[in-house]
């Protein structure tokens, strides 16, 4: 299987036989369907050449979306990756062009629904764990909701628990987190969210 990351070195050099273009409401030209023969076949240089073709467009899409070119190449970079791990599903009769455009921009706004809901979750946390007033009784709940979070905390998967506390207590973005640990933006997403669900659960009683 092809690295998306090093495609532009790793993998061949041939040219498409015409440019491809997301065109609406058009079918494929004959040479589109032929790449899409030869990807589906597992030809890694029609791969290849596909992903230098219109990585950097798809890149800038994703990037006026979710305002971060790190993030957009790591969203995209898995896109062809799920792509090529899909390849003899792909349809001849089918735009490739216009599945990419389309696959960019629903990742993109996948990427920000998840984040939205992350963030709403981590004000919930902070507003319940900081409690405003001082009163003993408040003390005390604060306590109790503090040692329910912390006992949730401790009983996350390994890797779970490390990218959480990467993100709350060390502060550091996705994409940073990604970069150390070595794995995708994506796998960060659902690590975090598996995270917050748990929290939301443990916590539901005390809201």
């Not at 890694?44 to 073709?53: D, H, M, P, Y």
């Not at 798809?58 to 006026?64: A, E, H, S």
């Amino acid at each position: 299987m092809p690295q998306t990351r090093a495609a532009k070195d790793s993998i061949g050099t041939g040219k498409l036989p015409t440019p491809l273009l997301p065109m609406s409401g058009s079918p494929p030209a004959p040479e589109e369907a032929t790449w899409v023969e030869k990807i589906r076949l597992g030809d890694q240089e029609a791969f290849g050449t596909l992903f230098r073709a219109l990585y950097p467009s798809l890149c800038n899409l994703v990037t006026r979306r979710v305002r971060s070119p790190e993030i957009a190449e790591e969203l995209v970079q898995d896109i062809f990756l799920r792509m090529w791990e899909r390849r003899e599903t792909l349809d001849p009769e089918q735009s490739i062009t216009r599945y990419l455009y389309r696959a960019a921009r629903n990742q993109a706004i996948n990427h920000l629904k998840h984040r939205n809901i992350a963030s709403r979750a981590h004000g919930v946390l902070v507003l319940t764990l900081r409690p405003t007033q001082p009163a003993a009784e408040d003390e005390v709940r604060y306590t109790e909701i503090a040692t329910a979070a912390q006992d949730a905390i401790n009983h996350l998967p390994d890797r779970c628990r490390e990218i959480f506390l990467l993100s709350r207590q060390g502060e550091q973005s996705y994409s940073d987190i990604a970069h150390l640990l070595g794995i995708s933006i994506k796998t960060v997403e659902t690590q975090m969210g598996r995270a917050l669900k748990t929290l939301r659960s443990a916590l539901l009683p005390y809201l």
